[in-house]
Structures are given as structure tokens and as C-alpha cells.
């Protein structure tokens, strides 16, 4: 039985890979500067996961930027607008990929499955030809190899490949794709097999999906392809349990399988059954993806149900998925709660587990390894018992939700009738998503005041300064619905979470979100409440400069709970109504402060959804039980907006009905600008600027979205708003396209909004 890992975190210990690729991007360091420091890194990684004892290192699973994108460059799968003949392409032509080029627009980014890592998404062009374009896991391997490391080179599989892509107009079917890239596989195996490799895995995530029957004949395609060719092939498949495409998976000519055992430990048995005799199993049996320290005594019992089919050859010991999602290595949190740290595990002690449960399987009962056992044991049990896991006053308020709670006391006609009274404003309102620039200086100021270098009452004079001005600036340009601008929240999650009991941040807990971009996700490890009010000062005070209305904003149950580490030991929907309820209280709380809108962003609502068919009605169900937990509490007068972003939503239409919000903005610069008409139940505010990128669109720019706009939906349940936050922009930026945007409704209203603005028609006429 040996040990192995599929992936390790690429960025660094210190975010290393993120400040070589920044330097390299602005011209600090040269290519060679930037791949010496790769080089570096790489072999860092290859010693820290040898230091944890383990066996078989990945190789490969390192990128400069993201792995689908390695996966295209190889294969010769480069789109026509930057190709430039037969050249291979140098660092800079492939950042150019993920990022646009002057005369090229990016690849598309999307998120990898359900998780919260982007990749990006390749593009086949009628034509193009797949050819073994570059040798980056031969190069890797060696690299290795000649450091001392024997590695399994990690692939991203050919039939995820085809079907993360997307197919452009007139480009070959699927089948035609497959055949034409097999033979590519073909090559680069044999290349890895003359630098001595004996084992590659394939990824082939996509086996946890639901398939149609074309989709699955691919991966016969495919595989039968490259079935006798050396080294043996791991085909690894993880985030869901294969369910019907483990017949499918185990009949495929590879040398083994890996099973995702922490998605799904009851695949275990119906995979020694389906698996044919001498075929490797890869056991996922620590959780790749959440960080809570293994149970490792129920890792042990599938372990020997294992070994007693199997033997002990054809075994190997993983994390259920490759270690990308994790933190790096707990050691270096020291500021961590000592009790709280005592219960993780991050990607090194993952390895540490697993290593732990290979010896333990092995056989030599040792001392050391019980001892080791029961320190492990002890410590989940303590987690079990902590007070903080579970508080009786919680658990009794979630247990006492009554449907009646959820349910806001009139239907959406009647509210947006009393909303019209109490909150008045124009016909095409205009309103934006919540934040401003985060400058240089405010950033500044922040880490000074985390550091302890300025006081807390400076600090805050600071903010209350930037939020005057943010007011002063939407009303001189006529936004109809304000904001405080959110310049004290560092991130929409961490800003909740480092306020709310029961979660923990973390100091350096980073997680790589899209190339060098990281994520810094809190640990919800407790029982969730809320003790004091969040948000509600600033509101408030944001609320006293103005005679306008202006927006409390919160971020929803669904976004805090998907963007944390999650407890293990609750049901997700347990958590999500435990987090409604502090997001009830403190809306209850803008309420009463004298705030008549607010807005609950739940941009995570849609990347929640199970990757199979079969699952998503219940998630929906308690996600939007959730929502509307939090939401429901207020008086009909008080307008609750949502915001939803980061996905096509044009299939999630009557999920966003049922959230019985009053107002939805959504961003639809991802769906090409196109308005989808929603139902009756709530206002619109389809985003007619695309906050991530730095142009500033024209007035007429405007103009035509909003007429486009109007054509899906009538003025009354328009709403005029960005796509997203304003946050990453520069105000050099947001300036002058809110002061273009608020032209173009300007305009907009003086053809469309006659009635609501109370001109009589024949006076109109004659004006
Ligand atoms: N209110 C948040 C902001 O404006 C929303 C961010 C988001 O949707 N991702 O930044
Ligand atoms: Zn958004």
C-alpha cells in the first residue's frame, strides 16, 4: 500500500506565485526571473510533501496560471486570434490567454466545478488542429527526477478537457474532437514513459457528473485509445461520487481508479465489486477540500474493508481530491486559537493523515502510531464537546422557525405598492451594488489600524470621511438610492465573519481563486449568533447625511456559508438558517434605524447548486428557506433588494422568484447583455455596466442597453444599476461612467417615464 497525492496548493507558503507573476506582469522581472522563481517553488513543494512522508508527489499539478489553460497550450488548442504561426509561445504570449491582448480578448473564466477555483475555458475552433505543442509535464517530471523526486505527472484528463471547452460555431463534433486528440495523449504518454515515469494520472472530474450517453462514449473513445501504452494510467475522478458512471469508469482500459471516499464512502463497496481483478484503487480518504482534521478511525474501517478485498498491492492512499482548495500548512497560523488549531488539518497535515493511516493499516501496531491514533481521536471528540459547537439558545431558535417567519406579510403588488409611498423615487430608479474603490490609502489606512500603528478613532474618522464624500458624489450625480460605499469591509465574507461568533479567520489561510489572485476563506466552526449589530453604524451614519435613501447592505447566509470553511458535523441547511437568523436580526436592526432598503447579496446562491440533477431541488429548497428566513422579517414598507452575480442566470429565473425579494440586480455582462425577463414577483435591475472591466462606457452606450433592457421588461420594474461592486475599479474609472450611466437615465426617463413623472400627456405633448 503506498501513499500518494493528487495535487498540492501552487501558490507558495508566501504567496510566492502570486508576487512572481505580478512582477513579471509589470515588468519588474524578465521570463527567466519569472521561471527561476516557478523552479523554485516547484521544488519547495516536492520537499514539503516529501517531509510529510508521502510516497507518490504529483508532478504537473504546478501552474503559472491555471491548469485547463496548460492543457490547451499543449495541445496545440490555442484559439485563431492569438496564434501567431507555429511559434511556441513565451510567458507573456500566455498570460496574453488569460488575460486579453490588445487585439484579443481573453478566454473565458469560469469556475471549476463546484468549487470556488476558476479555470479557463478552452475554445475549439472549427480546423484547429491538436498537436503536442509543448512538453511541460515531461519538463516537470525531469525537474523532479533529477531533484531526487520520482513523481506521478498529473493530467488534466481528455474528455474533461473537451468538455470544460467550448465548441465555436462550426467546429467538429465532440466525437470528431476526441479522436483527433487521443492520439496527442498518445504521444505525450510515451514521452513520459521514455523519461521514466511508471505512473500518470489522468483527471477526469467530469466522471462525477451527470452524462449522456454521447458524453460517456467519449471516455470509451478516448481511453481504448491509449489503452496499451506505458506508464499506467490513474484516472481519478473526485468532487461527487461516480453513482452511474462507476460501470462506465471501471470498465475503462486504465490501471486504476481513484474514488472520492469523503464525497461518497458508500462507492467504496460497489467499486471493489465492478472493479476487474488487478486494477490499482486509490482510496480519497482524507477530505481534500475542507479542513477539519480526518476522522481517521472511520478512514481506518473503509481502509480494511478495502484491504480485505484488494490486497495490499493494489491500494494507494490519497486526499479525496487534489489538495488546490486547502491552505498550504497550519503551522504557520500561529495566531490561531490554540484549542481551534488543534482541530485542522491544512494540505501538509493532510498528508500527514494519510501517512499516518497507511502505517496504521500497515500492520506494525506500534506504540507510537496507537498513541498517535488517540491524539487524533481526542482532539475530534474535544471539537465534539466544545461549547462553541454547540449553544442551546441556537439550536432552539432554528428549531423553533416557523414557516409563517418566512413569509413577508404581504405578496410582492401589495409591498411595491406601500414601497411607492414610503420610499419615493423616479420611474427607472438608479442604484449601485454596494462598494466603492478601495484606494491605496484606504487600504493603507486599514492595515495601519490592524497593525495597532493608528487608533481606532482615527481610523474611523477616516472611513466616515471617504463615506461623506461617497455620498456627496452620488448625490451630485443624481443616483437615486445610495450607499455607504462598504470601504470599512476588507471582503464581503471575512467583514461578517470576523463579527459573527463561530467563525474564525485566518492570518494566512490563503487559497488560490484564479491565477494569482487568493482567497483568504474564515473557518465557520461553531454555532453562529450574532452579539452586537455588523453593519448597522455605518448604514446609519451613511443614512444621516442624506435626505435620499440609502441602502443597508449585507452579505446573505448562502454567500457566508459557501465562501467559508464549513463545519462538518451540521447539515449544510442547519448552518445556512443559524446564519439567516443573525442576518434577520441585524436587518431588523437596519429596519429600525430608520433604513428603508436593503440589500442581501448572495452571489454565491447559484455556484451552491449539487454538480447532479438529483440533488439540486433539496439544496434549493433550504437555500432559499434561508434567504427568506433573513429576509422576511420586515415591514412591507421596507424594500429588501438581492444581488447575484458570477453565473449565466438565465436558467435560474424561478429560483430568483422565490426568493420574494422586492428589487434583484443581477450581472449580465456574462450573458452577453442579454436581459432575461424575469417574472412578475419583483423589480429588475439587469447591470448595464460591467464593473470588471476598466472601460468607461459612452452615454449612447448606455442608452442602447437600457432601450435593450426595456424591450424585456416595462420602466415600472426597471431598475437602473452596475453589474457588480465597484470595489476593484479605480474612481478615475467609476466616476465617469456612473456620471455617463446617469445621463443615459436621464435620457431614458424623459422619452420612457411621462407618466411617472406626472406630465399630463397633452402638456407633455406640447413641452
Ligand atoms: N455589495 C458587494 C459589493 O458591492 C457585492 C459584491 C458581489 O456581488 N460580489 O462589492
Ligand atoms: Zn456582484
Not at 479557463?120 to 505543442?133: D, N, Q, T
Not at 474611523?460 to 452620488?474: G, K, T, Y
Amino acid at each position: 500500500m503506498i501513499t500518494a497525492n493528487l495535487g498540492f496548493p501552487r501558490i507558495g507558503l508566501q504567496r510566492e506565485l502570486k508576487f512572481a507573476v505580478e512582477r513579471f506582469w509589470s515588468g519588474k522581472w524578465n521570463e527567466r526571473q519569472l521561471h527561476d522563481a516557478a523552479r523554485e517553488l516547484r521544488l519547495a513543494r516536492w520537499r514539503l510533501q516529501a517531509e510529510a512522508g508521502i510516497q507518490l508527489l504529483p508532478s504537473n499539478d504546478f501552474s503559472l496560471f491555471d491548469h485547463v489553460l496548460d492543457t490547451a497550450v499543449m495541445t496545440g488548442a490555442i484559439p485563431s486570434r492569438f496564434r501567431r504561426g507555429d511559434q511556441p509561445l513565451n510567458a507573456a504570449d500566455y498570460f496574453a490567454l488569460a488575460r486579453g491582448a490588445l487585439h484579443a480578448a481573453p478566454l473565458q473564466m469560469t469556475k471549476w466545478f463546484d468549487t470556488n477555483y476558476h479555470y479557463l475555458v478552452p475554445e475549439f475552433e472549427p480546423g484547429m488542429e491538436f498537436r503536442l505543442a509543448g512538453d511541460k509535464p515531461v519538463r516537470e517530471f525531469l525537474e523532479a527526477k533529477s531533484a531526487g523526486f520520482q513523481t506521478r505527472p498529473v493530467l488534466l484528463g481528455p474528455v474533461s478537457f473537451l468538455l470544460l471547452g467550448q465548441r465555436r460555431p462550426g467546429a467538429e463534433n465532440l466525437r470528431a474532437l476526441a479522436e483527433r486528440l487521443s492520439p496527442v495523449y498518445g504521444q505525450l504518454l510515451a514521452r513520459l514513459a521514455a523519461a521514466g515515469a511508471d505512473w500518470v494520472q489522468f483527471d477526469e472530474p467530469c466522471l462525477g457528473l451527470d452524462l449522456e450517453s454521447a458524453q460517456r462514449e467519449l471516455y470509451e473513445l478516448a481511453y481504448t485509445r491509449l489503452a496499451a501504452r506505458a506508464p499506467k494510467i490513474m484516472l481519478a475522478a473526485y468532487y461527487a461520487g461516480l453513482r452511474d458512471n462507476l460501470r462506465l469508469a471501471c470498465g475503462l482500459p486504465v490501471a486504476g481508479i481513484h474514488l472520492d471516499l469523503v464525497s461518497d464512502p458508500g462507492q467504496l463497496q460497489p467499486a471493489i465489486r465492478s472493479v476487474p481483478a488487478g486494477m490499482h484503487l486509490s482510496l480519497g480518504l482524507v477530505d481534500g477540500r475542507n479542513v477539519w482534521r480526518a476522522d481517521l478511525d472511520r478512514a481506518l474501517d473503509l481502509l480494511r474493508v478495502a484491504q480485505w478485498y484488494c490486497g495490499d498491492e493494489r491500494l494507494q492512499l490519497a486526499p479525496s481530491c487534489p489538495l488546490l482548495h486547502l491552505p498550504l500548512d497550519l503551522r504557520r497560523e500561529a495566531a490561531l486559537d490554540l484549542r481551534l488549531s488543534g482541530w485542522l488539518a491544512f494540505a501538509f497535515q493532510k498528508l500527514e493523515e494519510l501517512v499516518l493511516l497507511a502505517r496504521a493499516a500497515g500492520g506494525k501496531n506500534s506504540f507510537e502510531i496507537a498513541g498517535r491514533l488517540a491524539e487524533a481521536r481526542r482532539l475530534r471528540n474535544q471539537r465534539q464537546i466544545a461549547p462553541e459547537m454547540r449553544k442551546n439558545s441556537i439550536r432552539a431558535r432554528v428549531a423553533g422557525i416557523r414557516p409563517a417567519m418566512r413569509r413577508r406579510a404581504s405578496p410582492y403588488p401589495a409591498r411595491r405598492a406601500l414601497q411607492a409611498k414610503a420610499i419615493p423615487l423616479p420611474c427607472l430608479p438608479a442604484t449601485t451594488i454596494g462598494s466603492f474603490p478601495q484606494t491605496r490609502p484606504l487600504r493603507a489606512a486599514r492595515a495601519a489600524w490592524r497593525a495597532g500603528r493608528i487608533s481606532q478613532a482615527k481610523y474611523e474618522a477616516f472611513l466616515r470621511r471617504e463615506i461623506e464624500r461617497a455620498i456627496r458624489f452620488q448625490e451630485a450625480i443624481g443616483l437615486d438610492v445610495l450607499v455607504h460605499g462598504e470601504f470599512e469591509r476588507n471582503d464581503m465574507v471575512e467583514y461578517f465573519a470576523e463579527r459573527l461568533e463561530g467563525f474564525a479567520p485566518t492570518a494566512s489561510g490563503w487559497v488560490q481563486s484564479f491565477g494569482p489572485c487568493c482567497v483568504k476563506p474564515p473557518i465557520l466552526f461553531g454555532d453562529v449568533e450574532r452579539r452586537r449589530p455588523i453593519a448597522l453604524a455605518w448604514a446609519r451614519f451613511a443614512q444621516s447625511l442624506t435626505a435620499k435613501p440609502v441602502k443597508g447592505i449585507l452579505t446573505g447566509p448562502l454567500t457566508l456559508l459557501r465562501w467559508s470553511f464549513v463545519r462538518d458535523d451540521l447539515p449544510a441547511a442547519e448552518i445556512a438558517f443559524q446564519l439567516a437568523l443573525a442576518l434577520r436580526d441585524e436587518i431588523a436592526d437596519l429596519e429600525s434605524a430608520g433604513l428603508r432598503v436593503i440589500q442581501v447579496d448572495e452571489p454565491a446562491l447559484r455556484e451552491g447548486l449539487p454538480l447532479r440533477q438529483a440533488d439540486r431541488a433539496a439544496y434549493l429548497t433550504w437555500a432559499v428557506a434561508a434567504f427568506r428566513l433573513a429576509t422576511a422579517g420586515v415591514r412591507d414598507q421596507t424594500q429588501i433588494h438581492t444581488h447575484i452575480c458570477y453565473s449565466d442566470l438565465r436558467d435560474f429565473l424561478p429560483v430568483l422568484a422565490a426568493l420574494d425579494a422586492d428589487v434583484i440586480s443581477v450581472e449580465t455582462a456574462r450573458s452577453g447583455m442579454q436581459f432575461a425577463a424575469p417574472g412578475k414577483q419583483s423589480a429588475w435591475g439587469p447591470g448595464i455596466y460591467d464593473s470588471h472591466s476598466p472601460r468607461v462606457p459612452a452615454v449612447a452606450q448606455f442608452r442602447a442597453l437600457i432601450r435593450q433592457a426595456l424591450h424585456a421588461l416595462p420602466a415600472e420594474r426597471l431598475w437602473i444599476n452596475p453589474d457588480c461592486g465597484l470595489k476593484t475599479r479605480r474612481w478615475q474609472e467609476v466616476r465617469p461612467a456612473l456620471r455617463n450611466m446617469m445621463r443615459a437615465v436621464r435620457q431614458a426617463r424623459a422619452e420612457r417615464c411621462r407618466a411617472a413623472l406626472r406630465i399630463p400627456a397633452n402638456l407633455a405633448a406640447s413641452a
